[in-house]
Structures are given as structure tokens and as C-alpha cells.
């Protein structure tokens, strides 16, 4: 009797937890669905090994699910999913199991990690959300993609705080080190550069500060598919 | 001066080797424009396809810039050899041809008529560098359009904005111009030592082509050497293309090669002045 009662108390309790994880996860999406479509100017920092880019800056339009696009005029390294994307995938909670991980504290705020795996097997093998339950905002995401590895998300917010819009977002990737003969680059005369870190694998980050919110405005879908 | 400097342009392009030069610029310009226009985007995608597995590459399109830039790395190396074609001749080919004596004779310093080839020979490179920079640059250009530039490392990559490029390309083809003045006047030293027309440019490409495979292997022994070689420093002109942009070193490889063209004169100009002509 008494160890019905405690696997009882074990099942009803992991139930809360979980339907607690989902409540923050959908909280936290119904905030951002608020925005339907916007557009704003960004400026993008690039700190990625061996590759040596100047700062850009251009437009990004957004409009609800999933349409995104950057527009530079010039050469641009960019992650290769749209930064809402991960919206659209927590919006359904009964695709996903969230659990509730502990607290962690990002960026001086006190925040609730939450562990996202997909039920059905797609492209996401797994999320993980650091959300502040005060303003249902994550400020930190990683995703575990089978198509581009780990990749971590750190956002800050500002004045848009109040759609989880980030002022600052800041993209960690995993990149393969980039190599190729000298021969092939014609760069038979240059010094090599003899690094210990035999690893093929290094880390890059991208930094988008975005500013000039325009919030639910039109937006013709033309953007989306232009070159 | 400019009368003689005049003659000496004649007697330059009197003569088809001179040509050669031209031929070859616009010959290996024209091939690899057309194997870039049919096979660059396979070639650059085979390129960066690490970086295309981690990164979503807006822009990056192939384009006349990056055509120029390819050019370059494949022709500056090789112009050395066709200038010491021309200059190597300046003075072994009078001399082999007999007509040094009767040159000699005139009124006028030997000072000056060496002056004049060696103004000849200047104005010849240059056509040939702005020929070069109209064929790899303005060229390219109209068939490929502008763009940023990617400048390839065996390692890295650099990104040069398409407005910040142009000047970086009229540097370039500056240094290049002194890089090969370099050789105009190292041919024109050992001109000066030869009686025969052949062996001078013989001699100046083997010069080239030693040092620059001494330039080429990572050997501890050769390391040593490099800092001294002229070879080295007339590399530098793809350090315009680096960022930030690595001043001193630039101009320091500046420095080397006017340096090496003060001593190649000094020395050329020495012994015409005390030459005895034999032939």
C-alpha cells in the first residue's frame, strides 16, 4: 500500500513538474505570437576562427510562423535557421516532452532551465531553454540539430522586452576549422600557422544587435523570396 | 634625355620578344577568365564547402574582384621572367650586336644613355603592369561584375567590402610595379657584366626562380635566408589585402626592394661608367 502511494506521489508529482515546463514553454510562446510580423535594422559582429569580416549592417523582416530573412548588401555569414524558428517548434506541446532542469542565473536574472525532446524524430534532436518565469522570455536556448550540431542562443532584451523581441543576440556555432591545400588557395608563400589544437572542430559566434523595431506591420512576402 | 629615353622605346619594341610579355599576360588572363566564367562557382563552392556545412553565406557571389585577385596570384609570379626578357637585353644585346661602340660615341654620357634604358625599360614595365591590372581588373569586372572580395588562404579567409577593394587593387599593382623594377634593374646590373644577350636573362630568371623556391620551402636553413631575399618582399603586395592592414610590414618590404634597386643602379652605373667596350 505504502509503495502505491509513493509511486502515486512520484507520477503525479513529475506530472506538475512536466505540465509546469510546458506552462513556461507556452507562456512563453503565446508572448511572442503576439508579433505577427516586423522589420528592424541589425548589426551584425562576426568573430568566427580564420575568417576575417568586417561588420555589416542591413534589414531583417520577420513575419509569423516562420518567414525570416536578413538582408545585407555584401557578404554575411548567418546561422543557418531563422532565430524565431525554435517559437514555432514549442508552440505545440503535445510534440515535445519539456522537463523542468533547475534555476540557473543568466545574465544577473534568476531563470528556469528547461529540457525540450522532440516525440517524433525530426531534424531537432533537442532544446534546451533558460526562461525567466517573471517575463516568460529565454535568454538563452541550445539546440541540438541533426543538420548543424549544437548551436546556443543567448538573447538580451530591452525596449521590446514585453514580445521576447532581444535587442542583442548573440549565436554560438559549432564550425569545422577551416582548411584548404595551399595549393588549391595558391598560397604557396604564406607562413603556416602551426596550431596545437589538432581538433578539427572550433566555435563561432555572431553577434546581431538589432534596433528600429517596427512591430506588425505589412509586409509583402516578396521579401522572403528575393536573392 | 627624353630623346634618347625615346630611342631606347624603339629600340624595345622594335624587337618581338617584347611582345612576348603582352602575348602571355593576355593569353593566361584570357584562359583563366574563361575556365573561371564556366567553372568558378564549382571551384569556390568546392572551396568553402566546410564553412557552407556551419554557416548560411548570404552574398557570396563570384565575381570580378575575386577574378582579379586570382589573376594576380598567378601572374605576378610569373612577370618577373617576362620583363627579364626585355631588360636583360638593354646592354649584353649592344654589345653582342656591335652596336654599343658606335652608341658609345655619341655625345652624350654614358651616365645618360644608361639613365635612358633604364627609363625605357621602366615605361615597358609599366605598359605591361597596366595592361596587366586593365586585362585582371577592368576586364574582369565588366564580364563578372563587382563585389566583395574573398581574399583564400590555405587556412583563413578575409572579406574585403567591394568599396574598400579598388584602392587595395591600385596599391597592389603599384608594388608590383616596383617589385618589378626590382628585376629591370637586376637584369640591367648583370646586362651590363655580359657581352653575350642571352646570358643575363638566362641568369635573372634562374635568380627568380631560386629564390623564390627558397621563398616557398618551410625549411629552418631557408627561414634564415628569407628576410634577405628580394623574392620576399615582392610578395607583399597581397598584404593589401589583409585586415587590419599590416603597415609596417608593408612598408618595410617597400623600404627592401627601393633598397635593392639603389644598390642593383649603384653597381650597374659603377661599372658602365669604367666598362672598357672590346666589341
Not at chain 1, 532544446?127 to 541550445?142: E, R, S, V
Not at chain 1, 538580451?156 to 588549391?184: E, Q, R, S
Request: hydrophobic content about 50%; glycine content about 4%.
Amino acid at each position: 500500500m505504502k509503495k502505491t502511494l509513493v509511486i502515486l506521489f512520484v507520477i503525479i508529482g513529475f506530472n506538475a513538474f512536466s505540465q509546469t515546463a510546458n506552462q513556461i514553454l507556452l507562456n512563453t510562446y503565446n508572448k511572442f505570437s503576439k508579433v505577427k510580423t516586423f522589420k528592424n535594422k541589425v548589426h551584425v559582429d562576426f568573430n568566427i576562427p580564420s575568417i576575417n569580416i568586417d561588420t555589416i549592417t542591413g534589414k531583417s523582416y520577420y513575419k509569423a510562423p516562420l518567414k525570416f530573412k536578413f538582408k545585407f548588401k555584401g557578404i554575411a555569414f548567418l546561422p543557418k535557421d531563422n532565430p524565431f524558428l525554435i517559437y514555432n517548434f514549442i508552440k505545440d506541446s503535445t510534440k515535445y516532452i519539456a522537463v523542468l532542469n533547475g534555476t540557473e542565473k543568466v545574465q544577473k536574472q534568476n531563470c528556469i532551465i528547461i529540457n525540450v525532446i522532440p516525440k517524433e524524430e525530426g531534424d531537432v534532436m533537442m532544446a534546451k531553454f533558460w526562461i525567466n518565469p517573471n517575463t516568460n522570455c529565454p535568454l538563452k536556448m541550445q539546440i541540438t540539430s541533426k543538420s548543424n550540431g549544437v548551436i546556443l542562443i543567448e538573447n538580451f532584451y530591452g525596449k521590446y522586452a514585453n514580445l521576447c523581441l532581444p535587442d542583442k543576440t548573440i549565436f554560438t556555432i559549432d564550425m569545422k576549422k577551416f582548411k584548404v591545400p595551399k595549393m588549391v588557395s595558391a598560397d604557396i608563400n604564406s607562413k603556416s600557422t602551426k596550431s596545437k589544437d589538432s581538433s578539427t572542430k572550433t566555435i563561432g559566434t555572431i553577434i546581431f544587435n538589432f534596433s528600429n523595431y517596427i512591430v506588425n506591420t505589412v509586409i509583402n512576402d516578396k521579401i522572403f523570396t528575393d536573392k | 634625355m627624353w630623346q634618347l629615353t625615346k630611342i631606347e622605346l624603339f629600340k624595345i619594341f622594335s624587337k618581338p620578344r617584347s611582345y612576348i610579355g603582352f602575348s602571355a599576360v593576355t593569353a593566361i588572363a584570357i584562359v583563366i577568365q574563361i575556365a573561371l566564367y564556366a567553372d568558378g562557382k564549382s571551384y569556390w563552392d568546392f572551396l568553402i564547402q566546410s564553412l557552407d556545412e556551419s554557416f548560411q553565406i548570404e552574398n557570396l557571389t563570384f565575381n570580378g574582384n575575386m577574378v582579379c585577385f586570382i589573376l594576380l596570384q598567378a601572374l605576378i609570379v610569373q612577370m618577373p621572367l617576362l620583363v627579364a626578357l626585355v631588360s636583360g637585353d638593354a646592354i649584353s644585346g649592344e654589345a653582342a650586336a656591335g652596336t654599343i661602340r658606335s652608341l658609345l660615341t655619341k655625345p652624350v654620357s654614358r651616365s645618360k644613355i644608361l639613365w635612358a634604358k633604364l627609363l625605357a625599360n621602366e615605361i615597358y614595365t609599366f605598359l605591361l603592369v597596366l595592361w596587366l591590372g586593365i586585362l585582371a581588373w577592368v576586364v574582369s569586372l565588366a564580364i563578372f561584375g563587382s563585389g566583395d572580395l574573398v581574399v583564400l588562404k590555405s587556412d583563413s579567409l578575409t572579406i574585403i567590402r567591394g568599396a574598400d577593394s579598388a584602392w587595395r587593387f591600385i596599391a597592389a599593382f603599384g608594388i608590383a610595379f616596383l617589385s618589378l623594377s626590382v628585376v629591370v634593374t637586376l637584369a640591367l646590373l648583370l646586362s651590363v657584366f655580359s657581352e653575350n644577350s642571352i646570358a643575363p636573362i638566362i641568369i635573372t630568371m634562374s635568380v627568380i626562380i631560386l629564390f623564390t623556391i627558397i621563398g616557398t620551402f618551410d625549411l629552418p636553413v631557408f627561414n634564415q635566408l628569407k628576410p634577405f631575399l628580394f623574392t620576399t618582399h615582392m610578395i607583399i603586395w597581397r598584404n593589401l589585402f589583409d585586415n587590419p592592414l599590416p603597415t609596417e610590414q608593408i612598408f618595410v618590404s617597400i623600404g627592401v626592394l627601393v633598397l635593392h634597386i639603389v644598390l642593383f643602379l649603384a653597381i650597374t652605373f659603377y661599372h658602365f661608367k669604367r666598362k672598357d667596350i672590346t666589341q
